[in-house]
């Protein structure tokens, strides 16, 4: 726990302290995800149960607007599990650190970045967890179309790379292939610095050749519409 707590704490402390021009902005972003997680595996699956989740991202414009550093985290519950994740008190979490270059449209903005990420399903009283740690890489875009209103997109791909897992059937450390894609879709409405945003989010996390879904390829999936507030502060 205080392993996670430090890298949240350097993340944000990275973010918002990396020095930038006057003109560079800082963005903050409270949000609430109410997914559908859909766990898929033959002979197991389909699972489905909902995870509320809440997050937050930080994201610091630097070098005069040129690149950016972003900060992403999202945590919360699952509800009414079913099947083999049946333990109360399990958890997903997310997080990851990016580097943006920026790129200017006409009329918005948008980015490539490429950064570090992990993806985790957590069952701290059985336990357990799946969880993948690793690059991604990703680009996303923002466009005003009419006075104070936009539209906003994203997807990443967290590359194909050794995840680990610990499960009541099995003894010790399992390594596994896994990637990851993730996409949202959003419209948003901003008034000065504060604004509102709402749309629909997905995160496809795929695994091949599991010991957890019978030697078999699975997969996560989340998706869902969320709601969160904006502030941007020079």
Not at 137 to 145: H, L, M, S, T, Y
Not at 189 to 197: D, H, N, P, Q, S
Not at 198 to 208: E, L, P
Request: hydrophobic fraction near 40%.
């Amino acid at each position: 726990m205080y392993k996670r707590l430090s890298v949240v704490a350097v993340a944000i402390a990275l973010v918002v302290a990396t020095g930038a021009p006057a003109s560079a902005a800082t963005y903050f972003q409270l949000r609430y995800w109410s997914t559908n997680q859909l766990w898929n595996a033959p002979g197991f699956g389909p699972d489905t149960w909902s995870s509320p989740m809440f997050g937050f991202s930080i994201r610091r414009d630097i070098m005069g607007g040129a690149w950016a550093l972003s900060f992403n985290y999202d945590s919360g519950p699952l509800n009414n599990p079913v099947g083999l994740v049946d333990t109360p008190g399990d958890y997903n979490r997310f997080w990851n650190i990016n580097l943006h270059r920026n790129f200017s449209l006409a009329n918005g903005m948008a980015s490539v970045y490429a950064g570090y990420g992990s993806l985790a399903v957590e069952g701290p009283a059985f336990p357990y967890h799946v969880r993948q740690r690793g690059p991604r890489v990703g680009i996303d875009a923002k466009v005003n179309f009419r006075e104070n209103w936009y539209v906003v997109g994203d997807v990443a791909y967290t590359f194909g790379g050794t995840a680990e897992q610990l499960n009541y059937s099995l003894v010790g450390l399992v390594s596994l292939n896994a990637s990851a894609v993730e996409y949202r879709a959003g419209l948003g409405y901003m008034r000065g610095r504060w604004g509102l945003e709402g749309g629909y989010r997905v995160i496809d996390w795929r695994h091949n050749t599991a010991a957890f879904c019978g030697g078999a390829s699975c997969s996560f999936n989340w998706s869902g519409w969320y709601a969160a507030i904006n502030l941007t502060t020079p």
